[in-house]
């Protein structure tokens, strides 16, 4: 039977108590405490972070997780342990789980928002779409639907003046802008650095990028993980290495001044950022 977990779920189902009580009772029977949240050991928590309708009448659903612990990531394969159903939807859900971001530093939220999106059909009505994950022995999973109490505002929020910033992850190839995202494709060696400039556009300065790996067997590292474009319009660089050859997608987010100088935003305010991704096949 699957444990299903909500965005709201998740406050239902994690454990503040001994560590001799944690493991008698499934992760997805316990309730909600801060101490929950630990270096090692704990899960990572699939969320439905809700959806949104866009302009040709089809509806996109948007996933993220909570990684409960400080210091321990996770690679998890697409299959068994990492999966969505229906099957024809599988495939585009993260492989590596970072852990829970740290609020003191620019980047505040405490769980990762809308790593990934799921386009459904405008007919697609009360279906669900589910993932499943399991990082600690035990299958977790969040149905995503349309209901309408889900609904997010995408791309702009007129009421708390949010706007989700325009990228170009090369000066000539396409602008992305809101969740949906775009994808783009690089090359490069084992070991070799892979320059990843974001061009920026924003009515405000103080856009944060935020790179990680996305899909990857192999490690990847970043010169900054986290950058900040302090213009309105701008350019914001990393590089990546990449330990081992293979296929690999990288996903940036971009979300204009997320830090502590910002009261916008906080953990509960899902709008507004873009989502785009680089698909680069490593050789050796």
């Known amino acids: 039977m699957l444990k299903l977990v909500g965005v709201f779920g998740v406050l239902s189902m994690l454990l503040g108590a001994g560590a001799?009580?944690?493991?008698?009772?499934?992760?997805?029977?316990?309730?909600?405490s801060e101490t929950t949240i630990r270096p090692t050991g704990q899960p990572v928590i699939p969320i439905y972070d809700g959806w949104y309708a866009n302009d040709d009448g089809t509806a996109t659903i948007c996933f993220g997780y909570f990684n409960l612990n400080t210091e321990q990531a996770f690679d998890i394969p697409l299959g068994a342990a990492n999966h969505i159903a229906p099957a024809e939807y599988d495939g585009g859900q993260p492989t590596r789980f970072d852990p829970v971001p740290d609020p003191s530093l620019t980047n505040k939220f405490r769980h990762h928002w809308c790593v990934f999106t799921v386009q459904v059909p405008a007919d697609f009505g009360d279906q669900r779409i589910v993932w499943t994950l399991n990082t600690q022995g035990e299958d977790l999973s969040v149905p995503g639907h349309l209901l309408p109490a889900y609904v997010l505002e995408e791309r702009s929020s007129p009421g708390r003046g949010g706007d989700a910033p325009r990228i170009r992850l090369a000066e000539a190839e396409p602008q992305a802008y809101g969740r949906n995202g775009l994808v783009a494709e690089r090359t490069v060696a084992v070991d070799e650095p892979l320059e990843l400039p974001v061009w920026v556009e924003h009515p405000e300065p103080g856009t944060w990028l935020g790179w990680t790996k996305h899909q990857g067997e192999g490690d990847v590292s970043f010169t900054a993980a986290e950058v900040i474009v302090a213009d309105a319009i701008g350019r914001g660089t990393t590089a990546a290495r990449f330990?081992?050859?293979?296929e690999y997608l990288l996903?940036?987010?971009?979300?204009?001044?997320?830090?502590?100088?910002?009261?916008?935003?906080?953990f509960e305010f899902h709008c507004c950022w873009t989502n785009a991704y680089v698909r680069v096949t490593v050789t050796p």
């Open 20 to 32: 001799a009580e944690a493991q008698q009772i499934p992760f997805s029977q316990r309730p909600f």
């Open 243 to 246: 330990a081992a050859p293979g």
């Open 251 to 266: 996903r940036v987010q971009a979300i204009n001044d997320p830090g502590p100088r910002n009261p916008t935003y906080g």
